[in-house]
């Protein structure tokens, strides 16, 4: 398979990566949840190419993770805004947070902390059960087959390792 054809496989992860998953467009989403609102500092704040940082923002406008505003008319400028569909994804960039700030943080500790506005303590991305509220242990996760899979060759393989 392509990678331009990740999207057609029946799993989420494959057709979440296939809008959000190299390391630029990653790197524009954590500007973005930094506030980075513009095309010159996205450019500047990521260091990448400018040709790769328009690409990737296209890219994830078209996706719906970002919208353009025009925030000037002479000359014409825009800016780049989260949607809801790109807020949805403050948790994965949460845990990435997390587990970059555990196993590369080169003996010296998080070089950011996310503060919560309401308890003003500072916070780690801690996934909890929707249900029940504790803390999930990924060993103590089964998966099985959703209604997406059912039916479709490879949903007997899924939960049997």
């Known amino acids: 398979m392509k990678w ?17 998953g190299d390391r630029w467009t990653l790197l524009l989403l954590r500007e973005a949840f ?14 990448a190419a ?11 406008v078209a996706a719906g993770i970002l919208e353009r ?3 000037q008319e002479r000359p014409p400028r825009d800016e780049y805004r989260l949607t809801p569909k790109g807020l949805d994804l403050h948790p994965v960039i949460m845990a990435l947070v997390h587990w970059g700030d555990r196993w590369h943080d080169d003996g010296r500790g998080a070089p950011v902390e996310h503060v919560h506005r309401t308890c003003g303590h500072v916070m780690h991305a801690e996934p909890s059960c929707s249900a029940c509220g504790t803390r999930i242990d990924p060993r ?3 998966v ?8 479709l060759p490879d949903a007997d ?3 049997s390792a």
């Open 4 to 20: 331009d054809e990740i999207d057609q496989q029946p799993c989420s992860i494959a057709r979440a990566l296939s809008e959000i």
């Open 157 to 159: 393989r899924i939960g």
């Open 140 to 142: 103590e996760v089964t």
């Open 34 to 47: 930094l506030r980075t609102r513009r095309f010159a500092d996205f450019a500047e704040r990521t260091g």
């Open 144 to 151: 099985r087959a959703g209604p997406g899979l059912r039916g």
């Open 50 to 60: 400018r040709n790769l940082v328009s690409d990737r923002l296209e890219k994830l």
């Open 69 to 71: 505003r025009r925030y």
